[in-house]
């Protein structure tokens, strides 16, 4: 069979949604001796960025968004089973959570959605989480990048907080940081020394990658 229409048909089912088709296709792919990450790389991830393009331009909405990403993670788990054990496929370690005194998460979760859809490993520490949390936890995991949300302007001063905290303790360049949140902001984040912002889910993933080089 065609490799590029399998790449292409990978493309559709994750902008149709077509959670009925997507494990028909991916093992397709494996039987005709496509390597996963070549399909996944060509195929699946290719749909999803283009999935976060229609979001941004307002084509799609959050539900359709969440569902095409739910379906990236169904390919990706089949497209990795058969991958040798021991082969480290993920692309970076995040560690987020929306900030001390905040209880807003939807936005976070789809941003946590979407980097896991791009074989990102996420640790979501939730909502109204501590300054020293991200610390710690970005610490215990080995974490390229520590990602704050603040959907309060009384609570945005945590993100600096915590820019502040990893700077005192040498830190600063060991986790990368990148900012997001209704009143956030491009300045507010070049105000405190974010190394990145994102305005949404999909920003949030070419941001990431572009903070890993990828």
């Excluded at 089912?13 to 005709?32: F, G, H, M, P, T």
């Excluded at 941004?56 to 969440?66: H, Q, T």
């Amino acid at each position: 069979m065609d490799r590029e229409k399998l790449f292409k048909d990978a493309q559709d089912i994750i902008i149709k949604c077509d959670n009925d088709r997507v494990e028909e296709v991916a093992k397709l792919a494996l039987s005709e001796g496509i390597e996963p990450l070549e399909m996944i790389n060509e195929g699946f991830r290719v749909g999803i960025t283009k999935m976060g393009d229609l979001f941004e331009r307002g084509e799609v909405f959050l539900p359709e968004l969440i569902q095409s990403a739910e379906v990236m993670k169904k390919a990706t788990d089949i497209l990795m089973e058969s991958l040798p054990k021991g082969i480290d496929t993920k692309r970076g370690t995040v560690v987020i959570g929306t900030v001390q005194g905040d209880i807003h998460d939807i936005g976070k979760i789809l941003v946590v959605t979407m980097l896991q859809a791009n074989s990102f490993e996420v640790f979501d520490l939730g909502h109204d989480v501590e300054t020293e949390m991200f610390i710690e936890k970005a610490k215990e995991t080995n974490a390229d990048i520590i990602g704050t949300s603040s959907l309060l302007t009384t609570t945005m001063k945590y993100q600096k907080e915590l820019e502040d905290e990893l700077k005192k303790s040498g830190l600063k360049g060991k986790f990368k940081t990148i900012v997001g949140g209704a009143p956030v902001t491009q300045r507010w984040a070049d105000r405190i020394g974010a190394d990145a912002y994102a305005e949404n889910a999909s920003t949030a993933v070419r941001e990431v990658q572009s903070l890993m080089g990828s």
